[in-house]
DNA sequence: GAAGGGGTGGCAATCGTTTGCCATCTTTTG
DNA sequence: CAAAAGATGGCAAACGATTGCCACCCCTTC
């Protein structure tokens, strides 16, 4: 017995119903499906509910209707801007629609995500993966178990919102060419990373197309502490600019380059991707490709309630991805290309 | 019946009973109570649990436990990267107990972080209030409802992490004095806001001990949005310093003297509070009152936990209060004063 | 006037756990 | 050796909703 003295136990559809003079079976339809019951006891029921200030108890309806209205969004570092945009969206759109959002750091490790995923499938009705570090098998596997969606992540048969990066960086190459850079280099992000092998095929693409050929230095930890290692691998290329893997390393590498007297961009330009906060105020000002961050945690909320609400009839009106396009955000982190010494 | 074909039944509490040949009953004391339980028995059962791959149902758990094992934690805006810290160091200490963080975003608004609490006080064993625009008097009223640890918001009765921020002041007003600031100006955050009040008032503390008088400007909301207007307000007061309520509004004032062409150090110093992500690599960097956030998070999760696992006896080890120490940290935004025109 | 059919509302089973209470068996103790 | 105490496990009643099924009433409709 949770609470044996009758403190202030809390109200239940029984109240209710005694309170109404109905069955609790009925003051549990009146609320939830207002149509089945007369609208003049309906109305008896929910004044009384008013009355008695009646909140459900989510976790006994998750017991009887094994739905429980929540939704887990997994980010894989919590201190990183970027997830902070996509947390904001999801926090937005499933609020809206009466759902709960537990926020999981995933810590940038696979095992714990399909750890987490595992043990708390039965207390979610679905979830949200920003950044999965799974691999395609294994995610496939687990959007078995539960409805996934993922952002930034493409596998067949989980749906997914996605970013167009990898079309920015078509942008942001005609960008460095037209300031007459030759010599670009793409710094590379986490291994594993799906969005960072996304990007660098586009560069690859970019450079064949003007039968170029473009270096890439890395892999790195997506973090600003990659800054100097990876400022310096791209010295070391002879660069005379570089594409970053995203924001947070590349305001890494502005202050690495700094350290070293290395001028942005007379010396070298830089280009990061995300625009994330920050990248407008560091110095110089980042150019980078703006990625419509919020709206993606917005869709996929969208795209998950619609798998979830559609009563197991595969309804052909929700698309399985979801593109959003980028755009090329030009400050002062880039310059014309310096004459070869 | 939420799953009528017996496609994949959960396996349930029955399932590892039937398989370990015992009770229902004696599967869940096994599991949780493992002293209540022969040795041989519970073997017998964790192996079966292992085998089955069992998770307990959480709603279910919760349903007759009346405890969730869920904490929510409200933020007024998950943007504002100061919560980002917050929401880390919950973030990892809830982890680490076994408990869910709902995340909530209060928006600003008081009503709705009322009405999400009293919503959701059934499917929470608790919450982590992080800059409440709560009245004290609804606070308390709340905490009575559920069980509730605030971060910098000092209310009688409810326990609290607090960023000695105040404290700080001093030090940062020293700082500014030992570099010939006779003139500083406060520049104020939201009016509502409890932390703004503390910071104004050590403020006025040090201005009375030295005989000086600092004047304030605002209220500001607290965005990088109100830069441009702090900015001027700050200009026209002709202050040669300004303390600014945090480092986002720092920002964003040094963001609008770069446009008006007014220098930082040289013409006016800035010092911001908290140090956030981003305060090392604005332009200047800003000199700020550091402020350990991540460990308010972890703190203000302890005494919540702390409270709730105490069997309803008032252990007299946890502290009803938490004053975590500020340090300021100097860096480019801070310099002479600027001899008088 | 009998048969059929919507509109309403109640009964009771069910969801998966936890836990008070009791029965049994084994030890310890005087 | 009897009685008390402890260890162990089962029974069954919660917890608070949802929902399938049935009963009843009141209208139609032929």
């Not at 496939?140 to 409805?147: D, S």
């Not at 290329?237 to 690495?256: P, S, Y």
Request: net charge positive; glycine share 8%; proline share 7%.
């Amino acid at each position: 017995m949770p609470r044996p003295s009758g403190r202030d136990r809390p109200v239940t559809i029984n109240d209710i119903a005694a309170a109404a003079g109905v069955a609790a079976s009925t003051v549990s339809r009146a609320l939830n499906n207002p149509g089945r019951v007369n609208a003049v006891t309906r109305e008896r029921i929910e004044a009384a509910a008013r009355e008695l200030r009646y909140v459900p108890s989510s976790p006994a309806r998750a017991l009887s209707s094994g739905r429980t209205r929540a939704i887990a969004v997994l980010v894989s570092d919590v201190t990183n801007p970027f997830y902070f945009g996509v947390i904001r969206g999801t926090q937005q759109q499933l609020k809206a629609a009466g759902y709960a959002q537990l926020l999981i750091d995933t810590e940038d490790s696979g095992e714990l995500e399909a750890e987490m995923l595992h043990k708390m499938r039965r207390s979610l009705d679905g979830a949200i993966l920003a950044a999965s570090r799974l691999p395609d098998r294994e995610l496939a596997r687990l959007a078995g178990e539960i409805p996934l969606v993922t952002i930034n992540r493409n596998v067949r048969g989980v749906p997914s919102a996605i970013i167009d990066t990898p079309a920015g960086i078509g942008q942001a190459a005609e960008h460095l060419l037209s300031l007459g850079h030759r010599d670009i280099a793409y710094v590379s992000g986490p291994q594993r990373s799906w969005p960072n092998e996304a990007r660098w095929h586009a560069m690859r693409e970019v450079a064949a197309r003007h039968r170029l050929t473009f270096t890439r230095v890395g892999p790195f930890p997506s973090g600003r502490g990659s800054g100097p290692a990876a400022a310096d691998a791209v010295l070391n290329t002879g660069a005379t600019a570089c594409i970053v893997f995203n924001d947070l390393l590349a305001i890494g590498i502005l202050q690495r380059l700094r350290e070293r007297h290395v001028r942005v961009p007379e010396d070298i330009s830089v280009v990061g991707c995300d625009d994330i906060f920050g990248a407008d105020f560091c110095h110089p000002p980042l150019t980078t490709l703006t990625a419509p961050i919020e709206q993606a945690g917005r869709v996929a909320v969208s795209m998950l309630l619609s798998r979830l609400d559609r009563t197991s009839s595969p309804s052909p009106t929700t698309r399985q991805q979801v593109m959003l396009p980028v755009h090329l955000t030009v400050r002062g982190s880039t310059g014309p290309a310096a004459a070869p010494a």
